[in-house]
């Protein structure tokens, strides 16, 4: 099958712009596989996932997968990327996940509006990404590694607390959104910067404040010290 590589009990299966996950592939694949790869593909649904019932490992990664994403139970899947899809309800998906992959131990969300970072939004800070954190560690406290990210204990024992508390709000559909809108590409300069034909200076806000507490430039200097 063109596009299909196995190595032992790892299957992939990437970039062929499936829209669905094949028959043929759980029927071949499924009785086997414990490491499953569909990045790069058009998937929107995992309907075909069913065949995977020995998954420990299931990368999803840029794909078109939405809220409407619903796994079968997998007890013995410990890791699942969903990088760069387009998930918004993060609590939905969380419950889910719960119910369904009882041993997960990873999960990855980057690239989703549902993980709220400046890779997203630039309207996103470091505190949004730190209370995303709490809340996903509230919701799946036997997690080691969020994201890029090792959980510490400092996290878990926040998580506990203040855990309930940090829900990250669904964002609502703007009249402007269109289905097929370009992906936006993250950069950190201002719009009017990006003109490589342009030689004038640009004036940008920065939301972050800093205090200078730890800096050698917090300090003064008197004239006999010149």
Not at 11 to 37: M, N, T
Not at 78 to 101: F, G, P, S
Not at 118 to 132: A, G, N, Q
């Amino acid at each position: 099958m063109a596009g299909l590589v196995v190595s032992g009990t790892q299957v992939s299966y990437i970039g062929q712009d499936c829209r669905e996950i094949p028959e043929h592939l759980g029927r071949d694949c499924g009785h086997f596989a414990k490491r499953l790869d569909l990045s790069f593909n058009l998937l929107r649904s995992l309907e075909g996932l069913s065949a995977f019932r020995s998954l420990e490992e299931l990368i999803l990664d840029n794909n078109q997968l939405g809220d409407d994403l619903v796994l079968p139970e997998l007890p013995r899947l410990h890791t699942l990327t969903l990088n760069k899809n387009r998930i918004t309800d993060l609590e939905y998906l969380l419950d889910h996940l719960a119910e369904v992959t009882p041993a997960l131990e990873y999960v990855s969300l980057l690239g989703n509006v549902a993980c709220p970072n400046e890779l997203v939004s630039l309207e996103k800070d470091e505190e949004d990404y730190k209370r995303y954190r709490c809340f996903v560690l509230y919701k799946l406290p036997n997690l080691k590694f969020l994201d890029a990210q090792k959980v510490t204990r400092q996290e878990r024992e926040e998580a506990l607390v203040r855990g309930a508390f940090m829900k990250v709000v669904k964002p609502k559909a703007s009249s402007e959104d269109v289905a097929g809108s370009p992906e936006l590409h993250y950069t950190p300069l201002p719009s009017a910067s990006r003109e490589l034909t342009s030689h004038q200076g640009v004036l940008g806000k920065c939301r972050y404040i800093y205090y200078g507490k730890n800096s050698e430039g917090n300090r003064f200097i008197r004239d006999d010290q010149l």
